[in-house]
């Protein structure tokens, strides 16, 4: 089973500024990693795929990059609606499929 | 367009068998994989199965004993059957489409029910 690891668990940024989240594979996944948003009382919405795909209707200052076994999500400036939970997810080898544990970003 | 929810009772008492049910508006259950997820506390997380209609399904290796998915293509649902159910298995399970369309996979999510709220407890 592919282990991802998010760092950092909770990153306090302010409206406006850029936000840089980690996710690491145990081994590599190639390119196959999808990032998701997640706000209280509310399912996972998929942000970005493919690494660094956006899916429909996410916002440009959204971006991913990274293949192997190290990937970043950039916000490049946070709106007030960004404030919210990310995962990532790998899905390059399965079963199973498995995410990361999450990083909060906060105000 | 598609609209995933989910049912079912938010209380089971251990040792019992867990059964949910997934309605599929929008779409047939026919068009893509189906996937389960589940999100506890202390797991995070952490993908349970997936399944179309013409392949069979597919199992977490870590559940695979304990667990059943399935489809009614006549009433458009997905159900899930976890059985033996302890409190590790409280948690809010989630409905998931495929963003691939049917017969075709990618294995990442973009369609996602609400949520249905489980709690193991005697």
């Known amino acids: 089973e592919i282990v991802m690891s998010q760092s950092p668990a909770t990153l306090s940024v302010s409206p406006g500024e850029r936000a840089t989240l980690s996710c690491r594979a145990s081994q590599s996944v190639s390119s196959n990693l999808a990032w998701y948003q997640q706000k209280p009382g509310q399912p996972p919405r998929l942000l970005i795929f493919?690494?660094?795909t956006r899916a429909t209707g996410i916002p440009a200052r959204f971006s991913g990059s990274g293949s192997g076994t190290e990937f970043t999500l950039t916000i490049s400036s946070l709106q007030s609606e960004d404030f919210a939970v990310y995962y990532c997810?790998?899905?390059?080898?399965?079963?199973?499929?498995?995410f990361g544990g999450g990083t909060k970003v906060e105000i | 367009q598609v609209q995933l929810q989910e049912s079912g009772p938010g209380l089971v008492k251990p040792s019992e068998t867990l059964s949910l049910l997934c309605k599929v508006s929008?779409?047939?259950?026919?068009?893509?994989?189906w996937n389960w997820i589940r999100q506890s506390p202390g797991k995070g997380l952490e993908w349970i199965g997936s399944i179309f209609y013409s392949a069979g399904a597919m199992y977490n290796p870590s559940l695979v004993s304990r667990v059943s998915i399935s489809l009614d293509t006549s009433t458009n649902h997905v159900s899930l059957r976890l059985t033996s159910v302890t409190a590790a298995d409280t948690a809010v399970y989630y409905c998931?489409?495929?963003?691939?369309?049917?017969?075709?996979?990618?294995?990442?999510?973009?369609?996602w029910g609400t949520g249905t709220t489980v709690t193991v407890s005697s």
């Open positions: 493919g690494a660094s």
């Open positions: 997810q790998q899905y390059d080898n399965w079963p199973p499929l498995t």
């Open positions: 998931a489409r495929d963003s691939a369309p049917g017969p075709y996979y990618y294995y990442y999510m973009d369609v």
């Open positions: 929008g779409a047939s259950t026919t068009s893509a994989y």
